[in-house]
Each structure stands twice: as structure tokens, then as C-alpha cells.
């Protein structure tokens, strides 16, 4: 029976304790009478402000709900070295704190008061990419207002560490994410959500950025998340920020200026074979070129390897191989014109068939003889060279095995001798021009696989 009766005290003790501890709602109502006469009286918040080690709940069993926000003024800079963005951050902060309320109508309509924000708890949200001190002013404020609910905002200069891709460079977009979570609290604490639609805070973000900057802010996009470490989970959001880059700078100080040096370098194809000022063209184009790239090398990200250094050795490459091509060409005309060695069959062959289609496309082999200057080898009488070909051989022939019956006379001899060398630098002039396309070939599929890849 005793027992029973302590038992039954002991529940009615516990609900007066209860209901003391309902009641004590009430108690937390600050007393504002007066502040719209004498201002805010500070002993009315001092029971808040001695609160501001704890997180303020009633019940330790509820999180606190933080709401978040921000709104991006600025793309800084984007270091592709380092990986890093850095960028400006307005960040918002909303939660609720139950110590503090007051009745408006007690104190002239004060519904808003702003609070040191040194004097309040403050949820300790930080973004895990954060790479830098947080170098945040002090002595912010905050607002409160009559029914707890706490704005805090501050501006935030935000280094923060993100993959950068800089293999499209100039034409790249970079996908940074910005991870805000709080740095001690578990989710049984503090429970983050949103305070504007994402959607808005993009919009905002993209209307503030007026900075003829480098970058273009595409969009944020935003994802909840609950990271689990050990035991403990935190709660996450991650918003993903879409940049894009101004590629105008790139495209003028460094594709035009280097596509006109390679248009240039092919067109001096267009050089005769026979001047002496190709191969010092080309040498001088490509000491240009050389000059170009050591002085926009600036320009060019320092990390990895992107598109564009392909492009520049590809270009240089084509102009390297233009100028052998053009020594290779020259050093064959001055054979052709100098001691003309014996055409082998095969040769004929593959020159006849050059030559042959001279008849139904002229345009195009026209050309290697356009070039053919006044030089001492030219022959003006070449009209048949099929016949010539079978002849010369068989002198060649003839006078490398020594035969005996082809004594012909000095002029035959020399006019042969003036056949091979026309030979020769028709040759020379077939080749100069089947090179010149493959490299216009090579130089064409080159620089559209570059664009498709630029282009994906
Ligand atoms: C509020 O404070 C004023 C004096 O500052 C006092 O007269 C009034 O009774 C107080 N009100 C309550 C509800 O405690
Ligand atoms: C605190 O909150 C938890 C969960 O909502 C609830 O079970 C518990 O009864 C609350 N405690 C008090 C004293 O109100
Ligand atoms: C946070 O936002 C949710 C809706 O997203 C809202 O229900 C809640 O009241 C907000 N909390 C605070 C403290 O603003
Ligand atoms: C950014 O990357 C994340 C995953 O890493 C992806 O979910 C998101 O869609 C990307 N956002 C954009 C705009 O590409
Ligand atoms: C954001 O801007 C787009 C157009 O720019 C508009 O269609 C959309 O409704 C806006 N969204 C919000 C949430 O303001």
C-alpha cells in the first residue's frame, strides 16, 4: 500500500514538474514594454544572451532546423593550376530560437529587432570545399523578430576547392560544388534545409553578376544529402555551380593569330619550287610561330594538357613538315637539274599515270607547271612526254651497260641528257603537288577532328 502511494506521489510530483516546465514557455517572453519609448532595454534579452553557448531548444530531443541560402555576387577567379574557384558568397542563415518572443502590441509594434550576432548562438554551417581561413568581417548583426525566428547573413569570400577540366579550354565549363553542412552538429541537432527555391537563388546569382568578368555563371543546381562518418551523420546540402568560360580572348589572341600562320604557311605551297625564298619563308614563319607560342604561353592554363597545346603542336608540326617537304622538293630539283640520275621503270609508270589525267582535270597539274619559272632546265618543246620517257630509258639504259652501237652523236646526246633533266623536275613538281594535298588533307582532318572535339 505504501509503496503504492510513493509510487503515486512520485507521478503527481512529476507532472507538477511538467506542467512547471510547459509553463515556462510564457516565462521566456521578454518584456517589452517600453522599447518603443526608451529604446531596447538590454537586461530584457540578458537571459538570451547568457543562453548563447547552448543551442537554443527547449527540448534537447528536437534538431534545430536551419534554413540556408545564398546568393553568388561574383566569380572571382579560377585558378586551373591550383583548383581552385574563388568566388563571393552573400550566405543567409535562418533558425528559430524559443527564448526569444515578445508581444508587438506590448511595445509598439516593434516586430524586428537586429542583435549583435556575437551576443546569440549561431549554427556553425561552413562549405567543406572551403580551402582558406574564413576570413568573414566581424561585429555582423543579426534579425530577430518577435516570434524568434533569426536572420543572419553574412558575405563570405569563398576559396573553395573544385575539378577543374581543362581539356576544352577555351571553350570549357567547369561544375564546382559548394558543400554546405555544419562542422560539429549531427543530424539528431541540427537539420539543414532550404530557404529559397533553388531555382531562385540561381536566378538572383545570375542577375547580380554583372561583372564583365571571365566567367558566366550557367546555373546552380542543388542536392540533400546525409553524410555518414563513423556512426554520426551529418546533414549535407551540395549545390553544384555551373560556370561557364568567355572563350573571345582566347579565340582572338590565340586561335586567329595561329590559324593565320598556318593559312599562310600553306598558301606559300603557291611559292615556285624553283625560287630560292620558300624555304626561307616557311623557316621565318615557323621562328613566328615559335615566337607566338612563347608569348602566349601566358595565356594557357599551366595544369594538364588541354585541346588547345594539341592544336599549337599540331600546327606547328604542319609547318615543320612543310618546310622538309620544301627542302626535300629543292633538293631534288637541284639533282634533276644537276646530274639526273637514270628514271627507273616504276617511276615512268607512276609518272605516266600523273600525267595522263592531265586531259580531263587541267586545272589541278596546271599548277606545278604555273610555277616553273624561267630557268636555265626548261624545255619548251615538252609535248609528248610518253615517248620521251621510252626513249631516255633506253639511252640510259644503253649507256649504263656500256653498249657499244649507241655512239650517237654529241647534240643527240645532249638533248637526251636535257629529256631526263625535264623529266626529273616534272617529277619533282608531281611530287611537290601530291604533297601539298596530303598536307592539305592532313592539315583539313586535323583541325576538324580539333572543332568536333571542341564541339562535344
Ligand atoms: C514589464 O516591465 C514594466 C516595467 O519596465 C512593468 O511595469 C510591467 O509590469 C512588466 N510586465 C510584465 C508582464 O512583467
Ligand atoms: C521531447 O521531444 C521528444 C520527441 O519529440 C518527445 O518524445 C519528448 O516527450 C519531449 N520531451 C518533453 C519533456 O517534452
Ligand atoms: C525552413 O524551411 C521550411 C520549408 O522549406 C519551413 O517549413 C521551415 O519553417 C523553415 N524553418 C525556418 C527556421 O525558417
Ligand atoms: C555537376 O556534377 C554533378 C555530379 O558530379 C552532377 O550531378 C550535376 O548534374 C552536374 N551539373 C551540371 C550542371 O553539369
Ligand atoms: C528564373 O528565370 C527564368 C527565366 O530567366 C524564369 O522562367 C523562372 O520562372 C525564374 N524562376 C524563379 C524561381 O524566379
Redesign the pocket.
Known sequence: MGRSGLHENGCFLCLILHLLLQGRGHTFTI?C??FDRYGV?PAAFQAVFDRKAFRPVVNYSIPTRVNISFTMSAIVEVDAQLQLMTSFLWLNVIWYNPFIRWNPEECGGIRKISIAAKNLWLPDIFIEEFMDVDQTATGLMAYVNSEGLIKYDKPMKVVSICNLDIFYFPFDEQNCTLTFSSFIYTVENVVLGMEKKVQEISNTSQNLIRSKGEWVLLGIHQRMMKMTVGTNQYDQIIFYVAIRRKPSLYVINLLVPSGFLVAIDALSFYLPAESENRAPFKMTLLLGYNVFLLMMNDLLPAAGTPLISIYFALCLSLMVVSLLETIFITYLLHLATTQPPPMPQWLHSLLLYWASPRKCCPTAPQKGNKGLGPTPTHLPGVKEPVELVGKVSCHIESELNGCPGSAGTQQEEEAQKQHLVDLWVKFSHVMDTLLFRLYLLFMATSIITVIVLWNT
Open positions: 518584456n514594454s517600453g532595454d
